[in-house]
């Protein structure tokens, strides 16, 4: 077969799943945080992605959000390579994220915080919104309206106006949430989002996940350390140790593995 005929098998390949990595390597200097990491995510599936603290996840997740540029390998969203591409080319493709600590505009209400992900999807030209032309009113209502809407899924539509610093500490989880979810991603990354939550508020958080996939039609990457949680709402899992895939497959099967309980437990 030739290159091209082998190119375009690659890609027809890639396509049947909204995440594709293959070999993703990234070292800073001499340490090699990464190493061949490969992993295929079909349309709908919340994937786990699991390991000790230190064990390359979040880094994983800033190369495929475009904060890291891989060292080697490559990754594609839906047969489309993206690899060592901006972090605003990324996000117009279709792959949003939270993070581990909340990242919300303090100073800014909670329906504003969900508009600065709408505007990331705005048709409004700079021309118009410089000079506050009718046409960039008429955006700013419909991406108001828009704003609400989504907080409504969530049930945070009567705290619209609220201070987002003012939210309690699951509803700011719903709020990131909702705003990496208003930049239409085909891919969501969601980084430890049971991270400082009572069990009460976990449960909560896992309904919402599946929720979103559902209400969204989404596909979902999550991190967690939480093995109730990822073995309650994942399918999948991969198990990073220092950077190396330790073990890949079903949750059940995974979390039973002696190699992934010494990784946790020590020997």
């Given at each position: 077969m030739?290159?091209?005929?082998?190119?375009?098998?690659?890609?027809?390949?890639?396509?049947?799943?909204?995440?594709?990595?293959e070999?993703?390597?990234i070292?800073f200097?001499?340490?090699k945080?990464?190493?061949?990491?490969s992993?295929?995510?079909?349309?709908?599936?919340?994937?786990?992605?699991?390991?000790p603290?230190?064990?390359?996840?979040?880094t994983?997740?800033?190369?495929?959000?475009?904060?890291?540029?891989?060292?080697?390998g490559?990754?594609?969203?839906?047969?489309e390579?993206?690899?060592?591409?901006s972090?605003?080319?990324?996000?117009?493709?279709g792959?949003?994220?939270?993070?581990?600590?909340?990242?919300?505009?303090?100073?800014?209400s909670v329906?504003?915080?969900v508009?600065?992900?709408l505007?990331?999807?705005?048709?409004?030209?700079?021309?118009?919104?410089?000079?506050r032309?009718?046409?960039?009113?008429?955006?700013?209502?419909?991406?108001?309206?828009?704003?609400?809407?989504?907080?409504?899924?969530?049930g945070?539509d009567?705290e619209?106006e609220t201070?987002?610093s003012?939210l309690?500490y699951?509803k700011?989880?719903k709020?990131?949430?909702?705003?990496?979810?208003?930049?239409?991603?085909?891919?969501?990354?969601?980084?430890?989002?049971?991270?400082?939550?009572?069990?009460?508020e976990?449960?909560?958080?896992?309904?919402?996940?599946?929720?979103?996939?559902?209400r969204?039609?989404?596909?979902i990457?999550?991190?967690?350390?939480?093995?109730?949680?990822?073995?309650?709402?994942?399918?999948?899992?991969?198990?990073l140790?220092?950077g190396?895939?330790?073990?890949?497959g079903?949750?059940d099967?995974?979390?039973?593995?002696p190699?992934v309980?010494?990784?946790?437990l020590?020997?």
């Open positions: 030739n290159r091209r005929g082998s190119a375009e098998n690659a890609g027809r390949a890639s396509e049947m799943s909204v995440l594709k990595t070999n993703l390597s070292a200097g001499g340490l945080a990464v190493t061949g990491f992993v295929e995510i079909e349309k709908n599936q919340i994937y786990g992605l699991i390991g603290n230190g064990a390359g996840k979040t994983v997740f800033n190369m495929l959000t475009g904060v890291y540029k891989p060292t080697g490559r990754f594609f969203l839906e047969g390579d993206l690899t060592g591409k972090p605003v080319f990324i996000n117009r493709k792959i949003a994220r939270t993070f581990q600590n909340i990242r919300l505009f303090s100073n800014m329906r504003e915080n508009m600065v992900g505007h990331s999807a705005s048709k409004c030209d700079p021309f118009s919104s410089i000079l032309l009718p046409r960039y009113w008429k955006t700013e209502k419909a991406l108001r309206e828009e704003a609400l809407a989504l907080l409504h899924v969530f945070l009567g619209a201070l987002s003012s309690p699951g700011q989880r709020l990131e949430i909702a705003r990496a979810l208003a930049t239409k991603p085909k891919l969501l990354l969601l980084d430890e989002p049971a991270a400082g939550m009572n069990p009460h976990t449960g909560e958080l896992m309904e919402t996940i599946r929720f979103i996939r559902d969204f039609d989404m596909t990457l999550l991190i967690e350390h939480d093995l109730k949680l990822v073995s309650g709402i994942c399918e999948l899992v991969t198990v140790n220092f190396t895939t330790l073990a890949q079903r949750v099967e995974v979390l039973k593995n190699d309980v010494t990784a946790y020590g020997e």
